[in-house]
Antibody
Framework: QVHLVESGGGVVQPGRSLRLSCAAS????????LHWVRQAPGKGLEWVAV????????FYADSVRGRFTISRDTSKNTLYLQMNSLRAEDTAVYYC???????????WGQGTLVTVSS | QSVLTQPPSASGTPGQRVTISCSGS????????VNWYQQLPGTAPKLLIY???QRPSGVPDRFSGSKSGTSASLAISGLQSEDEADYYC???????????FGTGTRVTVL
C-alpha cells in the first residue's frame, strides 16, 4: 500500500535553514506529482508547493516562493523541501502528499513538525 | 493567495443530513475539479471526494459531493458521531498556478 513518511522537522532559529524529506513506497514514484502542504497550530491547511511527476515543473505559494525549494530524487523515491530564511510564521506541521495526473492529493503522510523559534 | 470560502462550522444530530458549501472563482472551482478532505483530530487529512463527486474505495456512500459553476458542496447524510472532524475543499487555480484549500468547516455531532 501507499506510504509517505516525512522526516527532518524540529526546532530551528529564525533565519536558519532546514530540509524536510518524504520517503515514498508502495507506488510508482515517477508517475505522480508530489505536494507539500502545511498546517500551523490550530489553523487550516495551507498548500506550499508541488513538483510534477518528472520534476520539470514546480509551483510555489506566494508565502514561500524564493525561500523554499521543492525537489525529488527518483533513485531514492524521496521528495524534499529545502526551507531557507525561516520565519516564525513557517511554524507548522508539514505534510507530503501524492497527486494522480490532473487531480489533487490523494494519499498523505503523517506529517513532521517544524518550529521556528529563538 | 486566494482561498476557497467555507462556513466555519456545521452541526447536526445523529442521522441528520449536513451540507457544507465551498465558494470559489472561475479560475479554480469554475475550471478545475474539486476534492474534499476529512481531518480527524490529531491526524493527517484523508481524501473523501475527488473529481467533484467521486468517492475513493472505502469511503461510505453517506458522503457525496457536487459542483455547480464556481461552487461545490459536500453532503453527509445519516450523520454519525465518527463524522466529527474538520472538512476542507480544494482545487487547482489555473490563473495563479497554485493549489488552494478551503477555509475549513468543523462538523459537530450534537
Amino acid at each position: 500500500q501507499v506510504h509517505l513518511v516525512e522526516s527532518g522537522g524540529g526546532v530551528v532559529q529564525p533565519g536558519r535553514s532546514l530540509r524536510l524529506s518524504c520517503a515514498a513506497s508502495g507506488f510508482t514514484f515517477s508517475s505522480y506529482a508530489l505536494h507539500w502542504v502545511r498546517q500551523a497550530p490550530g489553523k487550516g491547511l495551507e498548500w506550499v508547493a508541488v513538483i510534477s511527476y518528472d520534476g520539470s515543473n514546480k509551483f510555489y505559494a506566494d508565502s514561500v516562493r524564493g525561500r523554499f525549494t521543492i525537489s525529488r530524487d527518483t533513485s531514492k523515491n524521496t521528495l524534499y523541501l529545502q526551507m531557507n530564511s525561516l520565519r516564525a510564521e513557517d511554524t507548522a506541521v508539514y505534510y507530503c502528499a501524492r497527486s494522480p495526473t490532473n487531480s489533487g492529493p490523494d494519499y498523505w503522510g503523517q506529517g513532521t513538525l517544524v518550529t521556528v523559534s529563538s | 493567495q486566494s482561498v476557497l470560502t467555507q462556513p466555519p462550522s456545521a452541526s447536526g444530530t445523529p442521522g441528520q443530513r449536513v451540507t457544507i458549501s465551498c465558494s470559489g472563482s472561475s479560475s479554480n472551482i469554475g475550471s478545475n475539479t474539486v476534492n474534499w478532505y476529512q481531518q480527524l483530530p490529531g491526524t493527517a487529512p484523508k481524501l473523501l471526494i475527488y473529481s467533484n463527486d467521486q468517492r475513493p474505495s472505502g469511503v461510505p456512500d453517506r458522503f457525496s459531493g457536487s459542483k455547480s459553476g464556481t461552487s461545490a458542496s459536500l453532503a453527509i447524510s445519516g450523520l454519525q458521531s465518527e463524522d466529527e472532524a474538520d472538512y476542507y475543499c480544494a482545487a487547482w487555480d489555473g490563473s495563479l498556478n497554485v493549489y488552494v484549500f478551503g477555509t475549513g468547516t468543523r462538523v459537530t455531532v450534537l
